[in-house]
């Protein structure tokens, strides 16, 4: 995690001299920004409407996209502006994912409604342009890195391969009896790690992806990833490592050389009551050099961890509730 500081001039002419971007949310209805070398918050906006299922910057560092129940709020990065910039709202249940397009062209969310949906971000009728309809809940959404495939898993085991070109729609269940929570694709496009509510990770090689060649997925691997509900999967940036969180209070760190254990990052002074009722790690983010991970969990608290040291270097304390979801952004602005 670079901590060059470098000066950049946000849209509304107000400097932002830190390359790093770290915000958090959760249930007690705030939205909290952090420097995240020294763990202080200097900028907390207030989400009333409801809690916040999701975060995501955009491509261009401008503004932030808080997902929650009903809608999702768009909020400007370079300034104090406590309210949201865009609002899109107009569906029925929670919101519990949201992502870019890398040019920023338009965001995809997925939500309970069983409805992943794609967003013009150019249109200025904020009304969504495509809908894909599936069968259960939506709990997570991916892009391809061709950005050209929607990636959808669902409440009932189903992951859904939505290639946006096409239409074409393929699907797979590894285990028809456990609820997808979280799928994830390596940069290089070579795997895809998908994790349910048992704890097992699922593991494919892809191929194709390419021109009008559809993705093929060929299975790969499977482990017990954890002992308890796994929440979320996340490859590195440089591709060699997987994270998976957990109901069970830690974050399991994979080689993709293949797929063995390489650490486990857990807080070691805690009391199994503390652990079982308070820390699940519900979200995580990979620092861009591979070498730093971000959680955020139901004991209030966002951790910053030194993946090689398996130590936790800074902590984010300041939310009232859970914290259920983060975004971390440590590229410094081109």
Sequence with gaps: MSKDKRSTMGSNGVTNTDPVILATAGYDHTIRFWQAHSGICHRTVQHPDSQVNSLEITPDRQMIAAAGYQHIRMYDLNSNNPNPVVNYDGISKNVTSVGFHEDGKWMYTGGEDSC??????RSRNLQCQRIFQV????????LHPNQGELIVGDQTGAIHVWDLKTDHNEQLIPDPDASIQSVSIDADASYMAAVNNKGMCYVWTLSGGTGEEHTQLLPKTK????????????FSPDSTLLATTSADQSVNIWRTTDFSLKCNLALKNSTLTEQVQKRWVWDCAWSSDSQYLVTASSDNMARLWAVEQGEVKREYSGHQKAVICLAFNDCPPT
């Excluded at 992943?116 to 971000?121: G, H, N």
């Excluded at 482990?223 to 996340?234: E, M, N, P």
């Design 223 to 234: 482990i017990q990833a954890h002992k308890r509900y796994a929440l979320k999967c996340k």
């Design 116 to 121: 992943a949906r794609i967003w013009d971000l």
């Design 135 to 142: 069968n259960a809940p939506i709990n997570c959404v991916t």
